[in-house]
T-cell receptor, first 110, second 119 residues
């Protein structure tokens, strides 16, 4: 069958460095955003979320930045570890639906 | 925390047969569940929204007669791939909001996914 969507962009970082993963969303009415991590062969796991009335939110080793003007999200991972290697997706909540971005494949080089 | 159990994790079937995938919310009730399809190295594509006690809402381009969704209880939604063909081979993932669905207030909890291979 025909595959849909774009191929995943990739990002390689050295262990211990900081990672920045970017996401552009499409709907200016989206009011809630979530970053998910997906390891190979598994379902996505929640990392961090942010509402549209915020522009920054921090978690443990992760920070999400939201720029509503240009409809852009970023996920920053501090001191990246080998266990961070995975595909990262941003999701935007519009009405009662969640839509996922293309995703970025992060590889951490020991 | 909220847990969503999805079964089976892998299934191989012959072309023309039907396959049922179950998605259960284990410690919470889910009036809404979402079904996604994922191709290798691609993003998640929303197929349909499953609503307890009513018909599912399908995304544009998704054949509702091919992908039958039933949400018969507050903890169970099923996706049946009918008359499966090799092009239906994919990774199917369900998810549920962690409470009564409100825009901007829910985290989606995902099942582990089901890898379907149609020979």
């Amino acid at each position: 069958g025909e595959s849909v969507g774009l191929h995943l962009p990739t990002l390689s970082v050295q262990e211990g460095d900081n990672s920045i993963i970017n996401c552009a969303y499409s709907n200016s009415a989206s009011d809630y955003f979530i970053w998910y991590k997906q390891e190979s062969g598994k379902g996505p796991q929640f990392i961090i979320d942010i509402r549209s009335n915020m522009d920054k939110r921090q978690g443990q080793r992760v920070t999400v930045l939201l720029n509503k003007t240009v409809k852009h999200l970023s996920l920053q991972i501090a001191a990246t570890q080998p266990g961070d290697s995975a595909v990262y997706f941003c999701a935007e909540n519009t009405g009662n639906q969640f839509y996922f971005g293309t995703g970025t494949s992060l590889t951490v080089i020991p | 925390g909220a847990v969503v159990s999805q079964h089976p994790s892998r299934v191989i079937c012959k072309s023309g047969t039907s396959v049922k995938i179950e998605c259960r919310s284990l410690d919470f009730q889910a009036t809404t569940m979402f079904w996604y399809r994922q191709f290798p190295k691609k993003s998640l594509m929303l197929m349909a929204t499953s609503n307890e006690g009513s018909k599912a809402t399908y995304e544009q381009g998704v054949e509702k007669d091919k992908f039958l969704i039933n949400h018969a209880s507050l903890t169970l939604s099923t996706l049946t791939v009918t008359s499966a063909h090799p092009e239906d081979s994919s990774f199917y993932i369900c998810s549920a909001p962690n409470g009564p669905f409100r825009s901007g207030a829910n985290v989606l909890t995902f099942g582990a996914g089901s890898r379907l291979t149609v020979l």
